[in-house]
């Protein structure tokens, strides 16, 4: 639920936003982890960072490939207390 038991609109901004974000993350674990001494120097550490970043591509994907959030609300079922925009009133 969200904070206060609000509800929260979602847009199709969100989407592209969404998107954005797990690519920051993805390119943080890349550069800032996976190429950590400590990381490189032990083979398990370091298939634990390629699945993060694999899970995270494929969410990219996931994400991405949706035409709105119309769309996430068909396939997915969201989370109590979120709510997708009408598209007479939305943005």
């Known amino acids: 639920m969200t904070e206060n038991d609000e509800t929260y609109v979602l847009y ?3 989407i592209l936003e ?13 550069n ?3 190429g950590h001494p400590l ?3 032990v083979n ?7 699945r993060a ?15 709105g959030v119309d769309d996430i ?9 979120y709510q997708v925009a009408s598209k007479t009133g939305s943005q």
């Open 73 to 81: 609300s068909r396939k997915f079922s969201l989370s109590p207390g």
């Open 12 to 14: 199709d901004g969100h």
């Open 39 to 41: 990381i490189h120097s």
């Open 18 to 30: 969404a998107i954005d974000r797990i690519h920051v993350a993805v390119e943080y674990l890349d």
């Open 53 to 67: 970043i694999e899970i995270l591509a494929d969410l990219y994907q996931k994400v991405g490939i949706q035409d």
């Open 44 to 50: 398990e550490f370091e298939k634990e960072v390629d």
């Open 32 to 34: 800032s982890l996976k």
